[in-house]
């Protein structure tokens, strides 16, 4: 069988059983048939055979100063680490940020990266990463009649309403 693999990966197949199908020569009959799907089943059950997948890796920026999932934290620091990052990561994630605290529990952990994708603009009840007078936060946005505020998802803490005298900005969305 291992003569077989290698033949057809040689000839380009990607089936050992396209080798016996397609050929102007004597067919197998079902009892061939059925050994041969016999046989890959038992390949694709080893790992030994089995085509493993490589992760697909990059470079990110985490920024080294948290973002407060709490009471604010002062955010003004643009040192990064690169860190190398999976699929598991989303695709739209241009750099992550670790959150300090537990506002944004049980989503998101104390102590946790987030991914975001940079903007400066977001959507009502979009997650962001923002600044409001020189405080880095991770918030739900809420925009409503009576003005912008940030929610916290750990409903022990307040929302935090912004006025037209603070200094706010968004710096990303984030994207998991």
Known sequence: ??????LA??????EVSDLFYDSDEAQLNKLGLDRLEEYRSL???????????????RLLPVYLQPASAGTGQWLDDDLSEEMEVDD????????????AGDSMSPR????????????????NGEIVLCVLND?????KLHRDEHGVSLISLNPKYDPISIT????FWIMGCVVG
Do not use: N
């Open 108 to 123: 998101f952990a104390d102590g946790q990266i987030v991914w975001a994708r940079k903007t400066e603009t977001a959507e």
């Open 43 to 57: 390949l694709l059950r080893s790992p030994q055979f089995r085509e493993t997948v490589q992760p697909v890796l």
């Open 135 to 139: 405080q880095g936060y991770c918030k």
């Open 9 to 14: 990966k040689a000839l380009g197949y990607h």
């Open 164 to 167: 037209e005298v603070d200094e």
């Open 88 to 99: 598991s990561v989303p695709a739209s994630a241009e750099f992550g940020v670790r959150l």
């Open 1 to 6: 069988m291992t003569q077989a693999i290698a």
